[in-house]
């Protein structure tokens, strides 16, 4: 009984160990996205090349939420 | 003698746009305690961003692909030594943007 509750009370992963809290820093993402879309609309004046750079770190950003998903499984 | 000199205002003009100053004109006003707080607040969210992304390609990325190659570990060696100073930089970031965004919520 002992060992069946030490072995729920831990969240099981492919790993064998869980790597739960980077559940939580995940909408630190979020924010580095406002921010940088903010510091941007004050630097680059050209429209064009902000909304080029606005997008491309949004990609960028929704391939790390993608892997530190899939590392978390 | 017009022409002459509308040439040469047309090709000054690329040089004076390329050195146009950046926004916080610095070197115009004295340095004032809000002023260099905000900018410093900006400076630690961009370092601090540069540190999440940097960790995420080196860490998540980087590592499945380039372990093969020699100038990988050598990078990842040198970053690794450097691992401390790094975090203690980071952390000091970390505080004092926690500290000034959330002074700045409060009072405006």
Redesign the interface.
């Known amino acids: 009984e002992l060992n069946k509750a030490a072995k729920f009370s831990r969240q099981s992963s492919s790993r064998g160990y869980t790597n739960g809290s980077f559940l939580r820093k995940i909408p630190?993402v979020f924010h580095?996205h406002e921010?940088?879309e903010e510091?941007l609309a004050?630097?680059v004046h050209q429209e064009m090349t902000r909304n080029l750079i606005v997008m491309s770190l949004g990609l960028?950003q929704i391939i790390?939420l993608k892997?530190?998903i899939l590392?978390l499984l | 003698s017009t022409i002459s000199g509308d040439i040469k205002t047309t090709q000054e003009e690329p040089k004076i746009k390329s050195f146009r100053p950046l926004s916080p004109h610095l070197s115009v006003y004295q340095p004032q305690m809000n002023s260099m707080l905000s900018i410093f607040n900006r400076i630690s969210g961009v370092y601090l961003t540069g540190v999440t992304f940097a960790g995420y390609l080196l860490y998540l990325k980087m590592g499945m692909i380039c372990l093969t190659y020699p100038s990988f570990y050598q990078v990842l060696y040198h970053t690794q030594q450097q691992l401390p100073v790094i975090t203690s930089v980071t952390a000091l970031a970390a505080i004092y943007h926690t500290i000034k965004s959330t002074h700045s919520l409060l009072t405006h």
């Open positions: 630190v580095i921010g940088m510091i004050d630097y960028f790390v892997d530190i590392f």
